[in-house]
T-cell receptor, first 114, second 111 residues
Framework: EAQVTQNPRYLITVTGKKLTVTCSQNMNHEYMSWYRQDPGLGLRQIYY???????DKGDVPEGYKVSRKEKRNFPLILESPSPNQTSLYFC?????????????FGAGSRLTVL | KNEVEQSPQNLTAQEGEFITINCSYSVGISALHWLQQHPGGGIVSLFM???GKKKHGRLIATINIQEKHSSLHITASHPRDSAVYICAVPYYGGSQGNLIFGKGTKLSVKP
């Protein structure tokens, strides 16, 4: 089944404890992206990757890192999480970013930073 | 920063009603996405539009590139249509690959 898989789905952690949210897709998509969703603010883009080894900042990259060493994986790294990073996170992928292809989203990862 | 505006923010309808959700944007674009998010959080892509109209079951999406406006229509609405509907546009004005989202329209369909 074609899908985007995120892990973990739920995580409660403490300030400063490094964590990684994994994202993997099995559709050979070139474009992958991370978003966070917060009440009243909607979805906002954190980082995206147009292809392997190519990443760029979205609207809210502060406090996050990403890497794209393989086409299928695009992990989101929080080096020193803070409470303002408590949010619902989504990974998504698509064939390419021509704007002509639908996005496939992961199921979401709910992160709480205490 | 260019924005995507959706209206209405909240919408309550009776089962069977025809529903329209609007999306306006401030820059020229090549395509627009409509997304659906059910309570519980998962996001599903409904349509990707670059011109004209698309139909999938009871859902119809239209776009007018010149007027920078898109609409999502739901015919014969049903309680299972209750969800948040989000439009999104690729933004090429700054970083290529940037996607900008509207804040969503929360639809509640009562039986």
């Amino acid at each position: 089944e074609a899908q985007v898989t995120q892990n973990p789905r739920y995580l409660i952690t403490v300030t400063g404890k490094k964590l990684t949210v994994t994202c993997s897709q099995n559709m050979n998509h070139e474009y992958m992206s991370w978003y966070r969703q917060d009440p009243g603010l909607g979805l906002r883009q954190i980082y995206y990757s147009m292809n392997v080894e190519v990443t760029d900042k979205g609207d809210v990259p502060e406090g996050y890192k990403v890497s794209r060493k393989e086409k299928r994986n695009f992990p989101l790294i929080l080096e020193s999480p803070s409470p303002n990073q408590t949010s619902l996170y989504f990974c998504a992928s698509t064939t390419d970013f021509s704007g002509a292809n639908v996005l496939t989203f992961g199921a979401g990862s709910r992160l709480t930073v205490l | 920063k260019n924005e995507v505006e959706q209206s209405p923010q909240n919408l309550t309808a009776q089962e069977g009603e025809f529903i329209t959700i609007n999306c306006s944007y401030s820059v020229g674009i090549s395509a627009l996405h409509w997304l659906q998010q059910h309570p519980g959080g998962g996001i599903v892509s409904l349509f990707m539009l670059s011109s004209g109209k698309k139909k999938h079951g009871r859902l119809i999406a239209t776009i007018n590139i010149q007027e920078k406006h898109s609409s999502l229509h739901i015919t014969a609405s049903h309680p299972r249509d209750s969800a948040v509907y989000i439009c999104a546009v690729p933004y090429y004005g700054g970083s290529q690959g940037n996607l900008i989202f509207g804040k969503g329209t929360k639809l509640s369909v009562k039986p």
